[in-house]
């Protein structure tokens, strides 16, 4: 952001507030999906979420003081803590268990192409131009996703079975959906005879344990330095140096994420959930500890000349590994966990929290920066990633192929061992 570009000036403080200010709107946006997920469904919920997607760039090209980039990227982050919550269930709802691991990466795929392309065109245009282009996108969200259909499990839910068959059809492109339409008819109502208080997320122990695990996965999500990294990236590559600007390197990164994320969806329904949360903890780990040392050398005044290429690669790395896991499954799993009796609700609670810890993992990389150094948030990032190696292992399930009421019988089981093993 540069004075010329708005007209008033803006400090490198009211900048990270602008970063990370976003967030701070799950706490609001969360719950209100929440809420409406459940009175007025997961489709409508989603069209209606259009209009706070349109009104942040509306106020950034009008914005004449950074109180109005405040309001704007407050706004932002209750449409995002929204989408967040309803788009994984949503999809979790639609899409057939085989090839829910490839469609639930819509989310993450979409995100990291947004980054991109805001990356590509915001580096080189006025923010005033980049804010007219950018409002483009929920306008065309708004008119393409109105002929999409709803859940069936929420049409069931509210005893409109008719609908739900032709939401079914038109999902699966077939005309006989009975069989399908009556085993979710079950599934819907074993799940909502059970209780859908929120008491009921933290006192019924497989709800409790689902709930633990999303938050779990969510914290060695942005602790491993997705967000932060993310909303930095031109920081860190104006501070490491090399041949590339900033805004190229930033660039060259995205693509690479972009290319790899949508080869590793494909690679969700055929290795599992469980073994690439495995791997992107151990890369990621591998790769920030490696950043932590460069910058640990350059700020001892090494000469890390021959080193140039270094950052860059070891960033591109980054990106791939965890794009791999650590961005993508936590949202493919919000969809999958929880009970549909909570399960608007516990994602709410989940998405307030995410976006805390994103806050605090964006503000953590810029106080460890600024007081200690460049090295220091590499190195926690890199201890958290280690951390989230035994987590994945010792309690995340596999989801693979599994129907959402197979994976509540997977959470039941695994509760009945763990009760057996202590008599």
């Given at each position: 952001m540069q004075a010329g570009d708005l007209g008033y000036s803006i400090s490198e403080d009211e900048i990270s507030y602008v970063v990370m200010i976003a967030p701070l709107g799950y706490l609001v946006g969360s719950p209100l999906s929440g809420f409406l997920l459940d009175k007025i469904g997961r489709k409508s919920t989603m069209l209606l979420l259009a209009i706070p997607e349109i009104i942040p760039w509306i106020l950034i090209e009008t914005s004449t003081c950074v109180e109005m980039l405040y309001i704007a990227r407050f706004i932002t982050g209750i449409a995002d803590g929204a989408l967040f919550t309803t788009l994984p269930i949503y999809i979790g709802e639609v899409v057939e268990p085989k090839i829910r691991g490839i469609l639930g990466t819509a989310q993450s795929f979409a995100i990291i192409t947004g980054i991109l392309l805001i990356n590509a065109y915001g580096s080189y245009l006025p923010i005033r131009m980049t804010a007219y282009i950018s409002l483009s996108v929920p306008l065309l969200f708004l008119v393409t996703f109105i002929w999409m259909p709803d859940s069936p499990y929420y049409l069931l839910m509210k005893g409109k079975i008719e609908e739900a068959r032709a939401s079914l059809s038109m999902l699966r492109r077939v005309n006989n959906v009975e069989k399908e339409l009556s085993?979710?008819?079950?599934?819907?109502?074993?799940?909502?005879?059970?209780?859908?208080?929120?008491?009921?997320?933290?006192?019924?122990?497989?709800?409790?344990?689902?709930?633990?695990?999303?938050?779990?996965?969510?914290?060695?999500?942005?602790?491993?330095?997705?967000?932060?990294?993310?909303?930095?990236?031109?920081?860190?590559?104006?501070?490491?140096?090399?041949?590339?600007?900033?805004?190229?390197?930033?660039?060259?990164?995205?693509?690479?994420?972009?290319?790899?994320?949508?080869?590793?969806?494909?690679?969700?329904?055929?290795?599992?959930?469980?073994?690439?949360?495995?791997?992107?903890?151990?890369?990621?780990?591998?790769?920030?500890?490696?950043?932590?040392?460069?910058?640990?050398?350059?700020?001892?005044?090494?000469?890390?000349?021959?080193?140039?290429?270094?950052?860059?690669?070891?960033?591109?790395?980054?990106?791939?590994?965890?794009?791999?896991?650590?961005?993508?499954?936590?949202?493919?799993?919000?969809?999958?966990?929880?009970?549909?009796?909570?399960?608007?609700?516990?994602?709410?609670?989940?998405?307030?929290?995410?976006?805390?810890?994103?806050?605090?993992?964006?503000?953590?990389?810029?106080?460890?920066?600024?007081?200690?150094?460049?090295?220091?948030?590499?190195?926690?990032?890199?201890?958290?990633?280690?951390?989230?190696?035994?987590?994945?292992?010792?309690?995340?399930?596999?989801?693979?192929?599994?129907?959402?009421?197979?994976?509540?019988?997977?959470?039941?089981?695994?509760?009945?061992?763990?009760?057996a093993e202590e008599k």
């Open positions: 085993k979710i008819k079950t599934d819907v109502q074993r799940q909502i005879s059970e209780p859908g208080r929120y008491k009921d997320i933290f006192t019924i122990k497989t709800n409790f344990k689902a709930f633990l695990i999303l938050i779990g996965l969510r914290t060695f999500q942005q602790m491993s330095g997705l967000s932060a990294l993310g909303f930095y990236t031109q920081v860190i590559f104006k501070q490491a140096g090399g041949y590339l600007s900033p805004a190229e390197s930033t660039i060259v990164c995205c693509v690479i994420q972009v290319v790899f994320t949508g080869f590793t969806s494909f690679l969700l329904d055929h290795f599992g959930r469980r073994p690439l949360l495995l791997f992107s903890s151990a890369g990621s780990a591998t790769t920030l500890i490696i950043l932590g040392l460069y910058f640990s050398f350059q700020h001892a005044n090494y000469d890390l000349s021959y080193f140039y290429w270094l950052p860059v690669a070891a960033m591109v790395i980054y990106n791939v590994v965890n794009s791999s896991g650590l961005l993508m499954v936590p949202d493919i799993m919000t969809g999958e966990l929880m009970s549909v009796s909570v399960k608007s609700k516990a994602v709410g609670i989940v998405n307030i929290y995410l976006g805390i810890i994103m806050s605090f993992g964006s503000k953590l990389f810029q106080y460890l920066d600024y007081h200690i150094g460049m090295f220091m948030p590499f190195y926690v990032f890199g201890v958290c990633c280690i951390i989230s190696i035994a987590f994945c292992y010792f309690w995340v399930p596999e989801t693979k192929a599994k129907t959402l009421e197979q994976i509540q019988q997977t959470l039941k089981e695994s509760k009945e061992v763990e009760s």
